[in-house]
Each structure stands twice: as structure tokens, then as C-alpha cells.
């Protein structure tokens, strides 16, 4: 486990920094999942990175089948999510998990 700390960067950039160095560490098909601790959080980070966006209120049921579908397919190597994507997600390519606030 590797904890970040935020010092004169804002945590965005900390979290995009990182995204982008594990990217290069994990080849594709690997994907990274970005936990936050709100939906405010969680479209920042999302926009930053131009990835998936994840929660409870972003879409239907069908919208959020074509998120992890998307995702699963490799389209989308990166999800900034809430705690609504929890357990539903069964990918056995998920390489990292980080948690942000």
C-alpha cells in the first residue's frame, strides 16, 4: 500500500499524478478504481482524469450497466467512484484501488 500525502500540491494533482504513473506501470488491460467520499469529489477527480464517473445518482439502471460494461470492456481504464460502485464490480483486472476522502 502506498499512501500519498498532500503537501503543496492540491489533492487532485496528487491523485492525477498518480493515476498517471500507475498507468504506466500496469499495462492495459489493468484498471484503476478512485474511491471518494462525495459525489462533489468524485465528478472533480473524474473531470481531472476524463475518466468513468460513478454514483448513486449519475444514470439510470441501464446508464450504469454501460458504465461497467464500458469499463469492463477497456474503454474506460480509470473510475472515479463513490461508494455506490462497492461490491457490484467483479473485475479480476483492477490493479489498483485508491482511496481519497
Same mark, same amino acid.
Given at each position: 500500500?502506498?499512501? %500519498?500525502?498532500?503537501?503543496?500540491? /492540491?489533492?487532485?494533482? %496528487? @491523485?492525477?499524478?498518480? #493515476?498517471?504513473?500507475?498507468?504506466? =506501470?500496469? &499495462?492495459?488491460?489493468?484498471? @484503476?478504481?478512485?474511491? $471518494?467520499?462525495?459525489?462533489? =469529489?468524485?465528478?472533480? +477527480? /473524474? ?18 450497466? $454501460? ?9 474506460? $481504464?480509470? +473510475?472515479? &467512484? ?6 457490484? #464490480?467483479?473485475?479480476?483486472? +483492477? =490493479?489498483? %484501488?485508491?482511496?481519497? /476522502?
Amino acid at each position: 500500500m502506498q499512501e %500519498v500525502e498532500e503537501d503543496t500540491e /492540491g489533492i487532485v494533482e %496528487v @491523485i492525477c499524478r498518480l #493515476v498517471k504513473e500507475k498507468l504506466e =506501470q500496469y &499495462a492495459s488491460p489493468n484498471k @484503476i478504481v478512485i474511491y $471518494r467520499g462525495s459525489i462533489e =469529489q468524485t465528478v472533480e +477527480i /473524474g473531470e481531472a482524469l476524463q475518466c468513468l464517473i460513478y454514483y448513486c445518482y449519475i444514470d439510470n439502471r441501464a446508464g450504469k450497466a $454501460r458504465r461497467i460494461k464500458e469499463l469492463r470492456e477497456g474503454k474506460y $481504464r480509470v +473510475i472515479s &467512484a463513490t461508494n455506490a460502485l462497492g461490491l457490484g #464490480v467483479d473485475l479480476l483486472d +483492477i =490493479q489498483v %484501488v485508491i482511496h481519497a /476522502g
